[in-house]
C-alpha cells in the first residue's frame, strides 16, 4: 500500500503512531492514562503529555485486561496474574502455572480472573480468593455496576452470581452454543453474549426472556453500549449495527440502526465516544470511523486504512485522546479535539 497518495485525517496528521511489532491484545482507560496489553506480555501506559511508559509483564500474550483501584490487571498465556500500577510498579496476584488466565474484572477493591472452568475472587475481607465452579471453560467475565452480581459465560449460556448475606448464588441463563465476551446494559435489565456463531444472544435478566441478534457475515468481536436510550453497538458487519435496547422488550422484533459504512470491510473493534450519541467503528483494514448515533449519520474519518485489523479504540479519561491498536502492533494515539 502506497500511503505516500493517501490524504491523512486530522488525526493522523495531529497524532503520533508507534510500531510496537507485537498485536495489540486489549485496552483500558485508568487515571490519565490508557493502559494497552501486547502479545508479548508487554503494557504500554499512553499519557496526554509524556512518553509512553513500557512495563515488560508476562512472558507470553495478554489474554485480558481491566482497570483496578490503583492500576490494571491483566491475565495472561503465562498463568500470571498481575496488578501493574502507572508507575511501573508489578506485583502478582496469583500463579496458576500452566493454566492461561483468560479474564479478569474488577470492582473497587475487589478482582477477579477465570482459568479453566473457575472464576477466582480477591477481595479485602478474604485473604484466599473465592471460587466459583463451571462446567465448561470461560468464555468471558463481567461485574455489574454495584458490584453485587457477576456474569459468567460458558458453554451453554450465562451463570449469574449475585452476592447475599456474603454469600455468591448462581443462576442459570441457558442457551445452546458456545458464549465468548458478555456484559450488562447499562441499567442492568440486560445480560448479552458474543458467540461461536455469527452472532449475539441476550436475556432479560427479570424474566430470563432471550432473543438471538443474528446474520452477521462475521464473527462478533466486539460490542459497547452508546446513547441514552441506549444501544448495543456491535463489529461483525460492514457497518457497525446498533441494536435499540429501550423499551419493555428491547431489540425484540425491532431493526438495528446501521451506521459507520466501511464498505467491502467488515468492523472488528467498535468503542463509543463518552458524553457524545457516536461511535468509532474499526475494520478489518485498519480503517477507522467515527459516526452519529442518526437515521443519516455523518462518518468522519479518523484512521485511513493500515493493511491491519483494529483490534482495539480507546478514548482517554478525559477525553482529550484517541487511541487506535491493530494486529500488527500499529499504534495511533491523537488528540481528539482541535487545540
Known amino acids: 500500500m502506497n500511503n505516500e497518495s493517501v490524504i491523512k485525517s486530522r488525526f493522523e496528521e495531529n497524532g503520533k503512531v508507534f510500531e510496537t511489532g507485537a498485536p495489540v491484545t486489549g485496552a483500558v482507560s485508568i487515571e490519565n492514562a490508557v493502559a494497552v496489553g501486547f502479545g508479548d506480555g508487554s503494557i504500554r501506559f499512553f499519557w496526554p503529555d509524556n512518553d509512553p511508559l513500557e512495563v515488560q509483564a508476562h512472558s507470553g500474550a495478554i489474554l485480558s485486561i481491566a482497570s483496578s483501584n490503583d492500576g490494571v490487571i491483566t491475565g495472561g498465556q503465562d498463568g500470571r496474574f498481575l496488578k501493574i500500577s502507572t508507575n511501573a510498579e508489578v506485583e502478582e496476584i496469583y500463579n496458576f502455572g500452566t493454566r492461561w488466565v483468560d479474564n479478569v474484572a474488577a470492582y473497587e477493591s475487589m478482582v477477579l480472573c477465570s482459568s479453566g472452568k473457575n472464576v477466582y475472587i480477591w477481595s479485602d ?69 458474543t458467540m461461536q456463531e455469527n452472532e449475539l444472544h441476550a436475556w432479560r435478566i427479570r424474566d430470563k426472556a432471550s432473543f438471538a441478534m443474528s446474520g452477521y457475515p462475521s464473527k462478533v468481536k466486539s460490542f459497547t453500549w452508546a446513547g441514552d436510550n441506549p444501544y448495543l453497538v456491535t463489529a461483525g ?103
Open 237 to 339: 458487519a460492514k457497518e457497525a449495527i446498533c441494536w435499540p435496547f429501550d423499551g419493555k422488550e428491547g431489540p425484540k422484533g425491532r431493526k438495528p440502526l446501521c451506521i459507520a459504512s466501511g464498505g467491502q470491510q467488515n468492523a472488528t473493534f467498535v468503542e463509543s465516544l463518552p458524553g457524545e450519541k457516536a461511535v468509532f467503528a474499526g475494520f478489518r483494514n485498519g480503517m477507522v470511523l467515527l459516526s452519529e448515533l442518526s437515521e443519516h449519520p455523518n462518518d468522519v474519518l479518523i484512521q485511513n486504512p493500515t493493511g491491519s485489523e483494529v483490534s482495539n479504540i480507546s478514548i482517554s479519561p478525559d477525553r482529550s485522546h484517541i487511541l487506535v491498536g491493530d494486529s500488527k502492533g500499529q499504534i495511533l494515539w491523537s488528540p481528539l479535539w482541535e487545540q
Open 125 to 193: 475481607e478474604n485473604d484466599k480468593p473465592k471460587i466459583l465452579e463451571h462446567q465448561s471453560t470461560i468464555g468471558g467475565i463481567a461485574i455489574d455496576q454495584n458490584g453485587r452480581r457477576i456474569a459468567v459465560s460458558c458453554y451453554g449460556g450465562v451463570t449469574l452470581w449475585r452476592l447475599e448475606k456474603n454469600k455468591w448464588k448462581s443462576s442459570k441463563f441457558a442457551w445452546k452454543g458456545s458464549h465468548g465476551k458478555v456484559g450488562f446494559s447499562p441499567d442492568g435489565k440486560y445480560l448479552v453474549t
